[in-house]
């Protein structure tokens, strides 16, 4: 992409309404654009990363054994009205009349809906389990709607729900999804402690939140060092395995969050040298809830002895578009955005320095061809601007390599390499810089 070309209206000012941020930077990048409060519009950078982060987590869900649906966004009260949410969610639910007057919602979640599609098609233990589900837009009615895309009232949410004949398939589901959420994150470049969540009436110990560690994070997080030095991704998982040893093997280790912080606790379960106290971002909430849904709704299936039993369910939730945010809050310096590989919008920041000068001007198309032809997402700056101007601007975006074309170095035969995260640079030839990139 030229950056001539693109539609990334950036500013130079820090917005005033933003208090934190990464809500600044998506402003100042042109990321989004509030269309009204809680309510974003996707310039085309930002709608990359949110692309980016959503087929990350799609491709964990597929993963792990669940399948993807597609449910509306505007759902009919009856449902809730069964599940007896419709009075019980509060002014958090957008509320809606069609032309016949029949009361209709914006669906804030989707533990109703697909529980009727689940009731109305499979009626034998024989079809279970099954994890569905999907990636749409939700909408809540929050008070007081912040910080950007992180607390939005309209916001993407993956939403899976599983369903399973007894509470021990049920953990299962839930193992799964444990495990898959921890893949998710560290594959986003993140670093994620699972929480024990209140379960509410439910009870039981199967409902986490999966918080990840960022510097200006909301609340405060006390765990035990090993959460952040496991490699997630270098352990094999086989979803077909028993998964109780791994999630045990997590969930036995102090994690808390400022409300639930016991110090008297801390001390006792977590070694000295071992204790960590950072700052946190929730992204993710799993949750067993039994037949709380599946009751009402009467989703139901006949055991292998010929009853009829509602089935046991639970629901896994990831922000996906507060993710693009959690990922800047957990990823920026005083020049802007340092994105993870994975979710960067262009993984290069091509910027030439002298536009108007033809040497440069030929090696900068040369260059730039080169890199789309190895499939490398790249963004040519190939404006006639300072490069004051040039650095600022990709800094400001943050993509994770800068390739500075100049005309010094075309004479030497180099060009600089820059890393955004450490701000190493590095003189080489245009082959090995290429090499580098699409290596
Ligand atoms: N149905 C369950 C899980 S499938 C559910 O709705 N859980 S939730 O309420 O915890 O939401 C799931 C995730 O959505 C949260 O972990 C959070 O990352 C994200 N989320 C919730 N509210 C907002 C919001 N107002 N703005 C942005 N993201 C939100």
């Given at each position: 992409?030229?950056?001539?070309?693109?539609?990334?209206?950036?500013?130079?000012?820090?917005?005033?309404?933003?208090?934190?941020?990464?809500?600044?930077?998506?402003?100042?990048?042109?990321?989004?654009?509030?269309?009204?409060?809680?309510?974003?519009?996707w310039l085309p950078l930002g709608l990359?990363?949110?692309?980016?982060?959503?087929?990350?987590?799609?491709?964990?869900?597929?993963?792990?054994?669940?399948?993807?649906?597609l449910m509306p966004t505007i759902q009919s009260a009856d449902l809730w009205r069964q599940s007896g949410r419709y009075d019980a969610y509060g002014p958090e639910m957008l509320r809606i009349a069609d032309r016949h007057g029949r009361d209709m919602l914006y669906g804030p979640t989707n533990e109703e809906l697909i529980t009727e599609i689940?009731?109305?098609?499979v009626k034998s233990y024989r079809e279970l389990p099954r994890m569905l589900y999907h990636i749409q837009w939700k909408f809540r009615d929050e008070v007081r709607p912040r910080f950007g895309v992180m607390r939005g009232r309209e916001f993407l949410m993956k939403d899976n729900y599983s369903f399973d004949l007894d509470y021990e398939g049920a953990k299962k589901s839930y193992n799964k999804m444990f495990v898959s959420y921890l893949r998710t994150f560290a594959r986003l470049g993140l670093q994620a402690v699972p929480m024990a969540a209140d379960t509410g009436p439910i009870g039981g110990d199967l409902s986490h939140e999966f918080i990840i560690l960022a510097d200006t994070g909301e609340s405060e997080v006390f765990c035990h060092r090993d959460f952040l030095d496991f490699d997630v991704l270098g352990a094999e998982?086989?979803?077909?395995?028993?998964?109780?040893?791994?999630?045990?093997?997590?969930?036995?280790?102090?994690?808390?969050?400022?409300?639930?912080?016991?110090?008297?606790?801390?001390?006792?379960?977590?070694?000295?040298?071992?204790?960590?106290?950072?700052r946190g971002i929730e992204v993710g909430h799993i949750f067993y809830f039994g037949t709380k849904y599946s009751e009402p709704l009467k989703a139901q299936v006949a055991t292998p002895g010929g009853e009829s039993v509602a089935v046991h369910m639970g629901s896994y939730g990831i922000g996906v578009s507060r993710l693009v945010g959690a990922v800047i809050e957990a990823s920026h310096d005083k020049d802007g955005i340092i994105w993870p590989e994975a979710v960067a919008p262009f993984k290069v920041g091509l910027i030439n320095l002298k536009i108007a000068a033809p040497d440069c001007n030929k090696a900068g198309e040369e260059i730039y061809a080169k890199l789309q032809e190895a499939g490398v997402e790249v963004l040519y700056d190939d404006r006639d601007e300072r490069p004051g101007a040039k650095f600022a601007g990709m800094d400001l975006i943050g993509l994770p390599w800068q390739l500075v074309i100049g005309p010094r170095?075309?004479?030497k035969g180099v060009v600089e390499l820059k890393r955004r995260a450490g701000g190493e640079r590095e003189e080489l030839s245009l082959e090995a810089a290429l090499a580098r990139l699409t290596g």
């Open positions: 992409m030229r950056l001539s070309a693109y539609f990334m209206p950036t500013l130079k000012e820090t917005p005033a309404e933003a208090e934190i941020v990464s809500h600044r930077l998506m402003l100042r990048a042109g990321m989004v654009r509030q269309a009204s409060a809680g309510i974003y519009s990359r990363v949110l692309k980016k982060i959503e087929r990350i987590v799609r491709e964990e869900q597929d993963r792990a054994g669940a399948q993807e649906v689940f009731r109305t098609s998982v086989d979803y077909e395995a028993d998964l109780e040893p791994v999630v045990q093997a997590w969930t036995r280790l102090y994690a808390r969050t400022d409300d639930k912080h016991d110090p008297a606790v801390f001390e006792r379960e977590v070694p000295a040298d071992k204790r960590v106290q950072r170095g075309l004479d």
